[in-house]
């Protein structure tokens, strides 16, 4: 059943089965506005490349600092997808949640800002595991 689904029973129950369901006004469509059942985690690459996966096979997920950056590896049942940026921790407690849509990597010329508003992902690498 689809989360945005809304029986015809509570529109009557509304008294007004003809008026449309509410647009949410969220912009964001990087992340889920709730928790759900079926989720996916779409990669976004600066050249256009998008690889999705769903978050059913995440096994587990790592957050660690090294050097000046951060790092995040994210072990799916068949893949690996490590994360280098700045300002990942909000990230890695997101998607412990299942929340992040999609994940978009920015090429390094652009990371100059010094006041970091949200996680700045530099570099994405997918890796598939070994049979």
Same mark, same amino acid.
């Given at each position: 059943m689809s989360q945005g689904f809304k029986l015809r029973y509570d529109q009557l129950r509304e008294n007004d089965p003809t008026k449309a369901d509410a647009v949410s006004t969220t912009s964001n469509k990087d992340y889920y506005e709730s928790t759900g059942n079926a989720?996916?985690?779409?990669? +976004?690459?600066? *050249?256009?490349?998008?690889?999705?996966?769903?978050?059913?096979?995440? +096994?587990?997920?790592?957050?660690?600092?090294?050097?000046?950056? *951060?790092?995040?590896?994210?072990?799916?049942?068949?893949?690996?997808?490590?994360?280098?940026?700045?300002?990942?921790?909000?990230?890695?407690?997101?998607?412990?949640?299942?929340?992040?849509?999609m994940i978009m990597a920015v090429d390094a010329r652009y990371a100059l800002n010094d006041s970091l508003k949200e996680a700045l992902v530099l570099d994405m690498l997918v890796e598939k595991k070994a049979d």
């Amino acid at each position: 059943m689809s989360q945005g689904f809304k029986l015809r029973y509570d529109q009557l129950r509304e008294n007004d089965p003809t008026k449309a369901d509410a647009v949410s006004t969220t912009s964001n469509k990087d992340y889920y506005e709730s928790t759900g059942n079926a989720r996916n985690l779409c990669l +976004v690459w600066p *050249n256009g490349r998008r690889v999705f996966i769903s978050y059913s096979y995440l +096994v587990s997920g790592e957050f660690k600092l090294d050097d000046d950056k *951060n790092v995040i590896t994210l072990s799916f049942s068949s893949h690996t997808i490590t994360l280098k940026g700045f300002g990942l921790q909000p990230l890695f407690m997101a998607l412990l949640d299942h929340l992040p849509r999609m994940i978009m990597a920015v090429d390094a010329r652009y990371a100059l800002n010094d006041s970091l508003k949200e996680a700045l992902v530099l570099d994405m690498l997918v890796e598939k595991k070994a049979d």
